[in-house]
């Protein structure tokens, strides 16, 4: 079973997402508005609730709008506390650009809390690692791998069109930037630090 958040930020036209059997949807405050929208029934929402003026909801858990957390920081702790570990977060991007850094950011807190955190903007699909991990090749064409938080040591990439073995990655090295999968899957492994992964269409 899985997390799955809606944020305020971009998500497109509603096409992007399919719902699983077990799928505990949380929306971000103004994340509810997508889900009114795409006929998406969701199971709480978190917020402030500063960006969202019109709803009509049951289950709410509601914060004062003076406050330290972003309201996708809010969702994202909701998930953890009821022990989720495979946590999806929509509408993260676009928009304003200190929210989505800051929605990427949030990826460390859910690494670091054991679960694995994928943010899915239709056009880019993020994740963060700190260990080995497969990636499907699927419909986005190419793979981006920069490191996150200072260097990686220990990167090795398999199944894909520039291969790296046991490389130290700097932390300006973009030497990771527009690679390609080129098997059914890549094969990504560092040792020590965290890689952000991005694939995108185009």
Known sequence: MRAVIFSGGEI?????YTKREGDYIICADSGYGYCSAFDITPDILIGDFDSLSDYEFENIIRYKKEKDETDTLLA???????GYKD???????????????ANIYLLKKIVDSGAEGIIEGGKNRIMLINKS???????????SVIPLFGGAEGVTLHGVKYPLENYE????????VSNEIVSDCGEITVEKGYLLIIMSSD
Not at 12 to 16: N, P, V
Not at 133 to 143: D, E, V
Not at 169 to 176: K, W
């Open 12 to 16: 497109g036209d509603g096409t992007f």
């Open 76 to 82: 994202v702790n909701l998930a953890l506390e009821k």
């Open 87 to 101: 946590i999806v977060i929509y509408g993260a991007l676009g928009g304003r650009e200190d929210h989505s850094i």
């Open 133 to 143: 991990t497969k990636i499907k090749r699927g419909n986005l064409k190419y793979l």
């Open 169 to 176: 990655m700097a932390a300006d090295d973009t030497i990771g």
